[in-house]
């Protein structure tokens, strides 16, 4: 196997404007800063790490209930979370180039990293977008956007609990989009203003909080561990105590070796009893669990796994391309989990005649009604067809050749290990939905 390009991240990029996996927002317009759409490939990539997040941490699991609660919130949320304060970056500018940094991102400030110009003061800059509510734009009608989507969690603790009637230790799960106004977003969809995070929240007693604090931290490194990442690219990361965010009593990051180097896909957090117990004060109206048992009320602490669906992606897109062969036949190969990959199978007809078309349409046909993701082609030779297939990270191709006209049999090719073996073509939806079982985590 070649090494991948020096130059990964742009090879990437490329490749998903390419395929159909990301552009950026508004090109027409020149770009906006920061923003990206996700394209068909993408979307359906995207929804894929999301489905298989939810699976894992809600689907499966008998002590763990979703909800999807609003962006915006009552601006009283972000006083008690402690965001209105202290949700802040420091940031300094070059007064020479102008160029901006978080100041936590520089070795030394003593000069510009960029132009070794004098830096200014360290300001603090509040990361969270602002608008207002209704049409008078005065300060009793500001709201923020979400920066996170924990919050929804906190404020709608006794609602749940209650209704679905749990107990600590129990989980409340939470996929959407949140809002920061990044000082330095860049490294594509690796840090932007809007992104969309995948957050847990587990409510457990507050003696028990060091075992599920280990738990979840090894359960989380574990899902990208079954969705395909490679061991040598992921690592735990404990903060330091000075790392912790006001809330945290302990921290730790799942961290991806992107081209850029060593970063965060993903937080632990043990945030203790922190957030119930602020919302309770700030609203007037107690979070706190009543416990059956012992008759009495207490505030559970709470892990919180959150990760990123956009920095989660990115991880798969990146893990998964490889570079195979040499020269002319050199493919370029996303070897996505098949629960990931955007497209199951692809069906192929050898020639474009003798009833092949047909036959192959047949088999589409039953792969979209049985909700497998398919896509059909019978454009350009079939080596052609196969390679643009390993490059959108169809784990499967089936091809439709003579022998197919004689004995409806028809060849599976695997994208992985290009195994071929024929199958009869009426088994082909039952075969592909073994294998996406077989691998599903
Ligand atoms: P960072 O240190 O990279 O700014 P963070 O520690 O502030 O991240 P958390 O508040 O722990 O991030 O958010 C949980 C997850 O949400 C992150 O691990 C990441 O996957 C995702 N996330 C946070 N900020 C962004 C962003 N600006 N763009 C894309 N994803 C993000």
């Excluded at 594509?188 to 979840?216: A, G, H, I, L, N």
């Amino acid at each position: 196997m070649a090494s991948p390009s020096p130059d990964l991240m742009s090879t990437i990029v490329s490749l998903c404007k390419r395929r159909g996996f990301i552009f950026q927002s508004s090109e027409i317009y020149g770009g906006l800063n920061s923003c990206w759409d996700y394209g068909p490939l993408g979307v359906e990539l995207k929804r894929n790490v999301k489905e298989a997040w939810w699976r894992s941490m809600v689907t499966r699991r008998r002590n763990i209930v979703g909800i999807d609660a609003s962006i915006l919130m009552h601006p009283k949320v972000w006083e008690a979370s402690g965001h209105l304060s202290g949700f802040t970056d420091p940031l300094v500018d070059c007064k020479v180039c102008k160029e901006r940094f978080r100041a936590d991102h520089l070795e030394s400030l003593e000069k510009c990293p960029k132009c070794g110009g004098q830096l200014t003061e360290v300001r603090k800059f509040n990361l969270m977008f602002k608008t207002f509510m209704g049409p008078i734009e005065d300060q009793s009608a500001t709201v923020f956007m979400r920066p996170e989507t924990a919050q929804g969690i906190f404020v709608n603790f006794l609602n749940v609990q209650t209704a679905s009637r749990l107990k600590p230790p129990f989980g409340i799960a939470q996929i959407g989009k949140s809002f920061r106004n990044e000082i330095t977003p860049g490294n594509f969809t690796y840090r932007t203003r809007e992104f969309e995070q995948m957050e847990m929240e587990f409510f457990v007693p507050p003696s028990e909080d060091e075992k599920w604090y280990q738990y979840w931290k090894d359960a989380r490194f574990q899902w990208y561990k079954d969705y395909g990442i490679k061991t040598e690219n992921l690592r735990m990361r404990e903060h330091e105590k000075d790392e912790l965010a006001h809330y945290a009593k302990a921290c730790a990051d799942v961290e991806y070796k992107f081209p850029f180097g060593w970063s965060e896909l993903e937080g632990i957090a043990n945030r203790t009893d922190f957030d119930l117990k602020r919302h309770s004060e700030f609203s007037g109206k107690s979070l706190a669990y009543f416990d059956e048992e012992s008759k009495q009320h207490y505030f559970p602490y709470v892990i919180e796994p959150a990760a990123g669906a956009d920095r989660a992606t990115l991880a798969f897109l990146i893990d998964s391309y490889s570079v195979e062969g040499e020269g002319k036949d050199a493919r370029t190969v996303l070897h996505l989990h098949p629960s990931l990959a955007p497209i199951k199978v692809a069906v192929l007809p050898l020639v474009k005649r003798d009833g092949m078309p047909e036959k192959s349409e047949k088999i589409y046909n039953d792969l979209l009604d049985n909700s497998i993701k398919s896509f059909y082609d019978h454009n350009s030779a079939i080596g052609r067809r196969y390679a643009r297939q390993d490059e959108a990270g169809t784990p499967f191709c089936v091809t439709v050749d003579s022998q197919s006209m004689q004995d409806d049999t028809v060849t599976i090719r695997e994208r992985d290990t290009r195994a071929q073996y024929r199958v009869a073509a009426s088994s082909v939806v039952e075969v592909i939905n073994q294998k996406i079982k077989e691998a599903q985590k």
